[in-house]
């Protein structure tokens, strides 16, 4: 019986040695950086798979493998398909209609007295940046929320709106004081 179970304990053992190793060989080691890791740092992180792919990383790597374009990223825009030509090293594309158009960034905002507490925003969001409990309003954490606008088809009182996100404080721009009559 002793050696049944230790010959058992063995088997599986090797069993799991033998995934961890082609699991290991399938990937790139961890603190590599390879080309899908850096056309990931060029995408706008929103997750919103406009591009057709589950968020900015499984396009990254799509684009690594050649299995995607450079032009199918709206939040990106231009500025993101030029990096990414220039990185990779080929002519920039326009951005593919078929994906969206580029427009200014934008957040979510919640009419928290409509809300329903339905939860199913908070579900969607792929950055966690809607936060709430069942039958209680929600909110969205405007520093968070990417714009993907993945919240609003599943929301069944029609309580999410789209507004242009506000300025970062790296994009503050007082204006020009006036001149000065005496």
């Excluded at 850096?38 to 057709?52: A, E, M």
């Excluded at 299995?67 to 825009?77: E, K, L, T």
């Excluded at 329903?116 to 969001?125: D, L, S, V």
Aim: proline fraction near 9%; charged fraction near 15%.
């Amino acid at each position: 019986m002793f050696t049944a179970i230790a010959m058992a304990v063995l088997v599986l053992g090797a069993l799991m040695a033998a995934r961890v190793l082609v699991a290991a060989s399938a990937s790139p080691p961890r603190g590599s950086h390879g080309l899908a890791a850096d056309i990931d740092r060029l995408l706008p992180q929103t997750q919103c798979g406009r591009c057709l792919h589950a968020g900015c990383r499984p396009y990254a790597e799509a684009i690594a493998r050649g299995a995607a374009r450079i032009n199918q990223c709206p939040p990106g825009g231009e500025a993101t398909i030029r990096r990414l030509a220039q990185l990779l090293g080929v002519e920039p594309l326009a951005l593919n209609p078929r994906h969206g158009r580029q427009a200014p960034a934008s957040v979510v905002i919640i009419d928290e007295e409509a809300c329903i507490g339905c939860t199913r925003c908070i579900q969607a969001c792929p950055v966690d940046a809607i936060v709430g409990a069942a039958r209680q309003m929600h909110t969205v954490i405007t520093a968070e929320c990417t714009g993907c606008e993945l919240c609003i088809p599943p929301c069944p009182v029609d309580c999410i709106a789209v507004v242009p996100a506000p300025a970062a404080q790296h994009a503050w721009q007082w204006p020009a004081p006036g001149r000065v009559s005496a």
